[in-house]
């Protein structure tokens, strides 16, 4: 093992390694120390620090660290990261906004500060303040970029909780009041091979076999592909609901849903539970990882529980594994699309674009469909079209699809998805007898969703008024704070990271806001139940 050579220049210590010097070798502090006391710093950033070998300017910068702000000094070469924790254990600072972090992956990374409490941050930066950098710019450089963009995703993915968390829990409250006792998704299980039905344009390439494999098949459709699959006389045997807005009721119109199976998000919007189907099962695919959901999940809410995927194509993919004791087939199933048409002939989006289309805005110019950067990536075999998001869903399912050897993928083209392509729907093993599911693996629930929001509501006026008398400065026997940590829901919406809340009367105020809109719409939706 080759070992680094420090070198006294008189104005501080360099490093001579593979050749090259890491410092400068006339004053190896100065250009670290000017780095750290000049960079502009900005809170709510992870800062990596490649290579930090000798520690120089990082005592400057953590004195410097804006709140909510970390240091992550990263070494990959060996001999260095032990050079490294020697300097480290001279570092004396009682500052804990820094890690060290020998060679990982990013994804460990992310695991490691997850572990922490530390992540997401709403910004990621790379300052470089030695010349190790320069052994392993492609490692560093790939750390950097994958991190920068877990943390925009992360960051974007806070906005749309901030504008969305409320409705998510107003239509979660009413769809377990509504339906008592609702199924868990993971009852329903069928001996014929699952096709996913999705809406994306390759299921027209599909339909002639699903149309003669029919009666030999179970049929999984999204809530998109219902239109499409109606216009040719094609009643799926489920259809899996994510949307928690109004927006996919068109979907649902002239559909015989009594001859259909619901499988829905407990936070979908509760008028598509309200229509007549065969039969109602529900999914938990939690928006955040809330204490309240934990809570829940480990007590009531284990069976019904799927990890919170964003896209319906991918969970319906996820529940189609769950379903089939046999194969699973997708179709429709893009994340990519042609300029003019984002999705089969007939959903209701394409119908709407194609109707709203004129002359200046022809459907042919697709940056106003989702109003999002195109992209143009690598497919099976040719370019295609896509946009960051509907990569991150792609990502996603191939994760999910890495671990399954019974998933196929029918659509030749687009992009790839982590399933082996297959040209048919196999059936020659299934019976025509075989029943769609096996009505004998449904059983009742005995959990009484109707008390425990009753329970809830009664919770929810103690904690309010147990926030009325911190405000007028009284004495009470239970922290108002610690009961408002455990329904952390409550907070879900604020814009801010909240590790701790803070305790004042500014922020009472709003919590109170914030809770008396809950228990005034849970005292509706209990009051109209009587």
């Not at 179970?218 to 949307?243: C, G, I, K, M, S």
Request: charged fraction near 25%; include cysteine.
């Amino acid at each position: 093992m080759i070992i680094p050579r420090q070198i006294d220049t008189g104005s501080g210590i360099t490093l001579e390694y593979q050749g090259r010097l890491l410092y400068s070798r006339v004053d190896p502090k100065s250009r670290p120390l000017r780095i750290a006391r000049e960079t502009e710093l900005k809170p709510e950033t992870l800062y990596i620090i490649p290579s930090p070998l000798l520690l120089y300017g990082i005592d400057e910068l953590i004195n410097r660290l804006p709140d909510g702000s970390f240091l992550l000094l990263l070494e990959k070469e060996k001999p260095l990261e032990e050079l490294t924790r020697e300097a480290l254990t001279r570092f004396n600072i009682k500052n804990a906004s820094f890690s060290f972090v020998a060679y990982k992956d990013p994804e460990e990374i992310i695991g490691y500060l997850n572990d922490q409490s530390l992540w997401p941050f709403r910004r990621v930066e790379q300052l470089v303040l030695s010349g190790g950098y320069g052994l392993h710019r492609e490692y560093y450089t790939r750390v950097f970029r994958t991190l920068e963009e877990t943390a925009r995703i992360a960051y974007q993915d806070k906005l749309t909780q901030v504008y969305f968390a409320r409705r998510w829990m107003k239509n979660f409250f009413a769809n377990l009041l509504n339906y008592e006792s609702p199924l868990p998704y993971t009852m329903l299980q069928s001996d014929r091979p699952v096709v996913v039905a999705g809406a994306g344009e390759s299921l027209e390439n599909s339909l002639e076999q699903i149309i003669s494999t029919r009666d030999k098949i179970f049929l999984l459709a999204v809530d998109t592909a219902l239109p499409f699959l109606a216009a040719h006389n094609q009643v799926p045997d489920a259809v899996v609901v994510l949307e928690s807005q109004f927006i996919n009721l068109r979907d649902f119109y002239g559909i015989p849903t009594k001859e259909i199976i619901l499988i829905a998000d407990l936070f979908s919007f509760p008028r598509v539970w309200r229509l007549s189907w065969k039969k109602k099962l529900a999914f938990f695919s939690r928006f955040s990882p809330l204490r309240f959901f934990e809570i829940l999940q480990k007590h009531a809410l284990e069976e019904y529980t799927l990890p919170p995927y964003g896209s319906v194509g991918v969970a319906a993919v996820a529940i189609a594994s769950s379903i089939s004791r046999t194969a699973v087939y997708c179709s429709g199933i893009d994340f990519s699309y042609r300029l003019g048409k984002s999705h089969a002939r007939g959903t209701q989006f394409l119908f709407g674009e194609l109707c709203s289309s004129s002359r200046v805005l022809p459907a042919g110019s697709f940056v106003p469909f989702f109003r999002r950067p195109l992209l143009q990536t690598k497919g099976k075999t040719s370019q295609v079209l896509t946009d960051l998001i509907l990569l991150n869903y792609r990502t996603a399912l191939k994760i999910f699809t890495s671990t399954a050897d019974n998933i196929y993928d029918l659509n030749p083209e687009g992009l790839f998805i982590g399933a082996e392509y297959a040209d048919k729907i196999e059936i020659s093993d299934i019976l025509p007898n075989t029943p769609v599911y096996k009505e004998s693996f449904f059983r009742k629930s005995s959990f009484s969703w109707k008390y425990f929001l009753q329970q809830e509501y009664e919770i929810l006026s103690r904690i309010y008024n147990l926030g009325h008398a911190y405000l007028q400065g009284k004495t009470v026997d239970t922290d108002f704070f610690s009961l408002v940590e455990q329904r952390d829901y409550l907070t879900a919406h604020f814009p801010e990271q909240l590790r701790n809340l803070p305790r004042n009367t500014e922020f009472t105020k709003r919590l109170l806001i914030a809770l008396e809109g809950y228990r005034i719409y849970l005292g509706r939706l209990l009051g109209d139940s009587r």
